[in-house]
């Protein structure tokens, strides 16, 4: 580089150190970079039908670890449902089920116990276990809208939930019985018959694909007259089968003693090579028991409302369209903050925010994550660039709630043509909380949402 050539770069140098640290009004006349803010960006905004969501893939490390299961009274949304499924598999073939004499058999669902249990959860809950009769396949996807036929009932129980305690069991080990602290769960015994059938079975437990077609799996279900929306860490389940076993007892001459009848365990694991899915249906034409439609119902698939809903599971969806982002072609996109506010408050306690906001967008009719998402998880592995988390500010008598998400990278595509100018508001993660907002929309007199863009404008 020739000497004039350096003199130019340090000054370039320079001249930008200077432009990132000097304090002053962005867009005022003596800015020489022209740039320029604005927070008056039209939005056409309304509520659209939620999409399904995966709740199993056969790559381990993106298994769901936990999954939904009740049903939900939400007197804005209307009433969900979530049901899970999953396959259990031997940890050993061949057990040697002879001489043997059924104790119990024992299903364990281990709580997920992060605030993620929803609705009335200090309320009498019951869970219904069914055996499956429609085979599941651990090397398929499956999705939110499949749900699998059941045969019989297997066991049931009405309790209330303890989410959050620890207590003791009596397991079998070795030739005794020892005392083990389990993590909270909720325990479900199945039924005796079921356990025999189990225990007269061994011969179909001498390899994985054998026991899977005898025995498919189960269903997880909540009552017809629950109101709260469970989060188990399925992943983690299991069914044992407690029994006693006549055991042969030798003398030091080889020659037959005595008769011993030995307290024995068996597992059937719920684990990362077994098929998991959950069946959502968030019916909007129900609220309670009263066959009205939920309010939300009012706000869907027309523009510009006040209001917007956006709900997990397979649950509504706002839509944030951007008419006239053509205005801005040819700028270049600094920054891009959108900020929405929550507009209702009511009972937080049964239904908290979501933790967490997503944006996507729309690639060949499925919705994904936007680039700034992307780049935010691959750069800082979590939403630390992106945003999307919740911060509230009491202001007056006034409490304000909003979550700010940078759309930097995607508002930029939209002005160059790239993208189209809609982008979709959704919770994560979707597929494994039951929770909801209602925010203000671009009509709302109070909380509308808002779009700050720095724009440079080259001229």
């Not at 219904?128 to 297997?154: C, G, H, P, V, W």
């Amino acid at each position: 580089m020739t000497p004039s050539g350096v003199i130019l770069l340090l000054a370039i140098v320079v001249l930008m150190t200077e432009a990132c640290t000097k304090t002053s009004l962005i867009g005022s006349p003596d800015n020489d970079l022209n740039i320029e803010t604005t927070d008056t960006v039209s939005m056409i905004t309304t509520t659209i039908q939620g999409d399904t969501v995966r709740t199993y893939t056969p790559v381990s490390n993106q298994q769901l670890p936990n999954y939904l299961v009740g049903r939900l009274d939400d007197p804005i949304f209307g009433n969900s449902t979530a049901i899970a499924y999953a396959q259990t598999r031997l940890l050993t073939t061949a057990p040697g089920f002879e001489r043997t004499t059924l104790d119990s058999v024992i299903l364990a669902l281990p709580y997920v116990t992060n605030e993620r249990n929803h609705g009335n959860v200090n309320g009498t809950q019951t869970i219904i276990i069914s055996r499956l009769s429609e085979s599941m396949d651990a090397a398929e996807q499956y999705y939110s809208n499949k749900s699998f036929e059941t045969d019989e009932i297997l066991g049931q129980k009405t309790f209330v939930p303890n989410v959050s305690d620890s207590f003791n069991i009596l397991v079998p080990e070795g030739d005794t019985i020892l005392e083990k602290r389990v993590a909270a769960q909720l325990r479900i015994p199945l039924s005796s018959s079921f356990g025999n059938e189990l225990l007269a079975n061994g011969d179909n437990m001498t390899a994985i694909d054998n026991f899977l077609e005898y025995f498919k799996g189960i269903e997880i279900k909540g009552g017809t007259q629950n109101d709260a929306m469970l989060n188990f860490a399925v992943q983690s389940s299991d069914i044992t089968l407690f029994y006693s076993q006549e055991d042969s007892l030798f003398d030091d001459d080889g020659n037959f003693d005595i008769m011993e009848t030995i307290a024995k365990k068996y597992t059937f694991a719920i684990n990362s090579f077994s098929a998991k899915s959950a069946y959502y249906n968030n019916n909007r034409d129900i609220v309670g028991n009263a066959r009205i439609d939920a309010p939300v119902k009012e706000y869907m698939n027309n523009g510009n409302n006040d209001l917007i809903f956006i709900q997990s599971m397979e649950g509504v969806t706002s839509k944030v369209t951007f008419p006239y982002v053509n205005a801005l072609a040819g700028k270049i996109i600094n920054k891009a903050e959108l900020t929405v506010t929550v507009a209702n408050r009511d009972n937080l306690e049964a239904f908290p925010l979501p933790e967490q906001l997503l944006i996507l967008m729309n690639v060949d009719s499925n919705l994904v994550i936007i680039e700034d998402v992307a780049i935010s998880i691959n750069t800082s592995g979590g939403f630390d660039l992106f945003g999307g988390g919740f911060e509230s500010e009491i202001i007056g008598a006034t409490t304000y709630t909003t979550y700010t998400l940078n759309v930097s990278g995607h508002f930029q595509d939209m002005v160059d043509g790239f993208r189209d100018n809609s982008i979709y508001l959704t919770t994560q993660p979707k597929a494994q909380i039951a929770n909801r907002v209602v925010l203000g929309g671009s009509g709302h007199s109070e909380f509308p949402i808002k779009l700050k863009v720095s724009y440079t404008d080259i001229k």
